[in-house]
């Protein structure tokens, strides 16, 4: 599996961006799709999550009610909405995947994923 993850750019607060990742080699249908974002000196974070099997979603407090993980059979990619930016969402995100469905706790960890995507650029200026 491939993940290929675009859609970074400049935003002013308040704006929106779409991120993609468009996934080859497997269908995201059977995918837990995953997006993670890391700002300069942090970790790694987890942003929000679509489970393969039923489809759940699980989002971290700081984006919820912002951001929606979506998936695209037809296009085989997940997007990630984002609305009401503000210059804490400033960040590489990247996108990631794995085979498993995992419990709600699972998939906050980065170590369960498999599969990521080379991270695109969020910058949100105040």
């Known amino acids: 599996v491939q993940l290929q993850a675009s859609g970074g750019g400049l935003v002013q607060t308040g704006g929106s961006l779409r991120l993609s990742c468009a996934a080859s080699?497997?269908?995201?249908?059977?995918?837990?799709m995953a997006w993670f974002r890391q700002a300069p000196g942090k970790e790694r974070e987890f942003v929000a999550v679509?489970?393969?099997?039923?489809?759940?979603?699980f989002y971290a407090g700081s984006v919820k009610g912002r951001f929606t993980i979506l998936r695209d059979n037809t296009e085989n990619t997940t997007y990630l909405q984002m609305n009401s930016l503000k210059p804490e969402d400033t960040a590489v995100y990247y996108c990631?995947?794995?085979?498993?469905?995992?419990?709600?706790?699972?998939?906050?960890?980065?170590?369960?994923?498999?599969?990521w995507g080379q991270g695109t650029q969020v910058t949100v200026s105040s």
């Open positions: 080699g497997r269908p995201v249908s059977t995918l837990t």
């Open positions: 990631a995947a794995t085979s498993i469905t995992p419990i709600q706790s699972m998939a906050y960890s980065t170590s369960i994923y498999d599969y």
């Open positions: 679509r489970r393969r099997s039923g489809g759940n979603t």
